[in-house]
């Protein structure tokens, strides 16, 4: 079965996509994305990811390359060319084709919007045997709040995690207290079955799933913390685990080496996983 990807108003093969080589998203990494899962058919939390794309191109003032409406005609036209089931929904949109130069065009250039698809396993609400973190210096830029296509900081600390065996890096700032994982919100439950979680700021993305998941643990009656936790803080806790949308809710089961807890998924990441499965599953079908 082909499959297809939609550029700058076109579907085409997926095999040779393209974009011109003056595009800035491609010299200058000026540009945003976004990445909306697919569960049974369903795009998770479709409104918010939409809603955070819109700021981050307010943010970087970039003009929106077509309508929302557009914009939600064509995520779901793709899906359907592409028969996406489980999975992925990745957009994205750049400043446009501009003669090379720091600053923003002279002269009114269109926006370039892209989206590809990407098929999934389905995520089951048994969480597995937890994953292993591995702290690493934070080394971003201070507005971590837009979701840009700059992201070689995180590239490297991933790359550094997977490494050392581990599946996610936890970017620790100069202060000892962990910021984010490199492409996930980080989360622990203190010795107080407190949950905590850093509040959204400049040196954080608010995820989407982070945002949901804090609606689930307060129907839970769940105490919810959002501050800054040290790297030893984590170290120490009862449970700690991390958010996005490919990974849901994943319980942290080592951080650097050192076993966290028991050693085991605890019961905390493990029901809000369950809640958060139950959730993605109950949204509207995409026809």
Known sequence: ??????????????????????????????????????????????????????????????????????????????????????????????????????????????????LTTKNAKRAEAEPGPGVAVKSHPDIRWERCDIKTVALLPNVLAKQ???????????????????????????????????????????GILAGITRGTLKSLAKDLQLKIVERPFTLAEAKQAKEAFVTSATSFVLPVVKIDGETVGDGNVGPTARRLREEYVRFASAGEQVT
């Open 1 to 114: 079965m082909a499959r297809y990807a939609y550029v700058n108003g076109r579907y085409v093969d997926h095999r040779t996509a393209s974009v011109h080589i003056e595009d800035r998203g491609y010299q200058l990494a000026d540009g945003v994305y976004e990445v909306v899962g697919v569960r049974e058919g369903r795009l998770i939390d479709e409104q918010p990811h939409i809603d955070r794309l819109d700021r981050s191109l307010r943010e970087l003032r970039i003009a929106w390359p077509v309508s929302r409406a557009t914009l939600g005609f064509v995520i779901r036209e793709l899906m359907r060319r592409n028969r996406l089931t489980d999975g992925l929904v990745y957009i994205q949109v750049t400043r446009g084709v501009a003669r090379r130069d720091h600053a923003f065009p002279t002269k009114p250039v269109k926006p370039a919007l892209v």
């Open 160 to 202: 550094a995690a997977r490494e050392s065996g581990a599946y996610e890096a936890w970017l620790v700032d100069g202060q000892g207290r962990v910021t984010e994982g490199a492409s996930t919100n980080a989360w622990i439950v203190t010795q107080d079955n407190e949950l905590v979680t850093r509040q959204s700021d400049n």
